[in-house]
């Protein structure tokens, strides 16, 4: 069974920024396309970034263009998530997924496992 575990959430002021880090386990996560999602109270999940297997392409949502970073490590089974210029409707539960197959995705149906979440908060 592949397991997802993310870390780095926190409290952080407006305008500043947080990393995330989710660690894959099992032996074919190189191959895996990865996302970050992210869910804020009463509101559904939603997409946030995506990078391929061989971190050739990515894709974001408009809302966090040219803040959010995403990048993995595939020698450590790790993907990151580098949040900068936080704004306080970044504030969610963010969660890691990944998906078995080759092609970026940016809906849930598209993955297969899924980390249990980290909380980012951003105060005003």
């Known amino acids: 069974q592949e397991q997802l575990v993310e870390s780095g959430g926190g409290l952080v002021q407006t305008g500043g920024s947080l990393r995330l880090s989710c660690v894959a386990s099992?032996?074919?996560?190189?191959?895996?396309?990865m996302g970050w999602f992210r869910q804020a109270p009463g509101k559904e999940r939603e997409f946030v970034a995506t990078i391929n297997w061989s971190s050739t392409t990515t894709d974001y949502a408009d809302s966090v263009k040219g803040r959010f970073t995403v990048s993995r490590a595939n020698t450590k089974n790790t993907a990151y998530l580098q949040m900068n210029s936080l704004k306080p409707e970044d504030t969610a539960i963010y969660y890691c997924?990944?998906?078995?197959?080759?092609?970026?995705?940016?809906?849930?149906?598209?993955?297969?496992?899924w980390g249990q979440g980290t909380q980012v908060t951003v105060s005003s």
């Open positions: 997924a990944a998906a078995r197959q080759s092609l970026i995705a940016t809906s849930t149906g598209a993955y297969d496992y």
């Open positions: 099992g032996n074919t996560y190189s191959s895996w396309t």
